[in-house]
């Protein structure tokens, strides 16, 4: 497909576990964000990749959370040790000329701490 | 910082009345406004936005004008219909897009509209 997708859709886990949620954004799209969207907190800036660094992390609330991208392309966010207020909907958007600069947004991983 | 604030919901309308969703902005320099919608069970999309003082972005009969006078961004449409339940975000990005790239989001109104 075109879009930007995510997976998984939805992850259970139990709390002190480590998670990976993966972004695969729109082919050939150089900008990658991650946001998280919890009840109460609305939409909240994670980190900033433009090809494969991270020029802003400034949004990545602890050092519990890291994000890795290779190849320009692919991107991973990693909570280590998990908490129950890590519990959120995590969104990933990319934004590139194939789509006139405008952020895509997946569909989002859904991550529940037990 | 940049930051926007948008009126707390939850919004309920009969079809075919008036919608009007208030959102004003805090920002250095001049940046774009947006509105996003998400519709349940389906991920964030655009709806609009402008990138100067006076534009007026609309799209599906909603419309918001960008006025930098009063840092507002009021979403509006005059006629809504069952099928716009949602919520919507309003957010900004500064301008020139240097440095964070960020997108600053409102913290969502939600609507629902009843036949």
């Known amino acids: 497909g075109a879009g930007v997708s995510q997976s998984p859709s939805n992850k259970v886990t139990e709390k002190g576990k480590d998670v990976e949620l993966r972004c695969d954004p729109i082919s050939g799209h150089t900008a990658l964000y991650w946001y998280r969207q919890s009840l109460g907190q609305g939409l909240e800036f994670l980190i900033y990749f433009q090809g494969n660094s991270a020029p802003d992390k400034s949004g990545l609330p602890s050092d519990r959370f890291s994000a890795e991208r290779t190849g320009g392309s692919v991107s991973t966010l990693t909570i280590q040790r998990t908490q129950q207020e890590d519990s959120a909907v995590y969104l990933c958007a990319s934004r590139g000329m194939a789509g006139g600069w405008q952020e895509h947004f997946g569909p989002g991983t859904r991550l529940t701490v037990l | 910082g940049d930051s926007v604030t948008q009126m707390e919901g939850p919004v309920t309308l009969s079809e075919e009345a008036c919608l009007t969703i208030?959102?004003?902005?805090?920002?250095?320099?001049?940046?774009?406004l947006f509105w996003y919608v998400q519709y349940p069970g389906e991920g964030l999309q655009l709806l609009l936005k402008a990138t100067k003082a006076d534009d007026k972005g609309s799209n599906k009969g909603f419309e918001a004008t960008y006025r930098k006078e009063t840092t507002s961004f009021h979403l509006e449409k005059g006629s809504v219909q069952v099928s716009d339940s949602a919520v919507y975000f309003c957010a900004l990005t500064p301008l020139p897009r240097g440095g964070s790239e960020k997108l600053v989001f409102g913290k969502g109104t939600k609507l629902t509209v009843n036949p």
């Open positions: 208030n959102c004003t902005y805090t920002a250095t320099g001049y940046p774009s």
